[in-house]
Nanobody, 118 residues
């Protein structure tokens, strides 16, 4: 089993920044993929960004150039630096974990609220 603990959400004004963190624990090997999805009220959950243990990243078009995903493999922790935040970025952000890039099973964190409003 894999457990994910998130931190770093909150409220910020448009143009502001936030940093999310997610620490994974449990039994797993290298080669895994971690990342973030988000879900706004009335909308489907969507991928924001992901990063493999080797460093390969993937971003949603809507966040490219504003968000940066990174990870510390020694700490099994993934980070999402969010800059130039917009009201449409408001959502519950969920950390995810897959055992490999080909795995279909996602493990999820509890979610953390990000609110961008003036």
């Amino acid at each position: 089993q894999v457990q994910l603990v998130e931190s770093g959400g909150g409220a910020v004004q448009p143009g502001g920044s936030l940093r999310l963190s997610c620490a994974a624990s449990g039994s797993f090997s290298s080669g895994n993929v971690m990342g973030w999805h988000r879900q706004a009220p009335g909308k489907q959950r969507e991928l924001v960004a992901s990063i493999a243990s080797g460093g390969t990243t993937n971003y949603a078009d809507s966040v490219k150039g504003r968000f940066t995903i990174s990870r510390d493999n020694a700490k099994n922790t993934v980070y999402l630096q969010m800059n130039s935040l917009k009201p449409e970025d408001s959502a519950v952000y969920y950390c995810h974990f897959r055992r490999s890039a080909w795995a279909v099973t996602y493990y999820w964190g509890q979610g953390t609220q990000v609110t961008v409003s003036s």
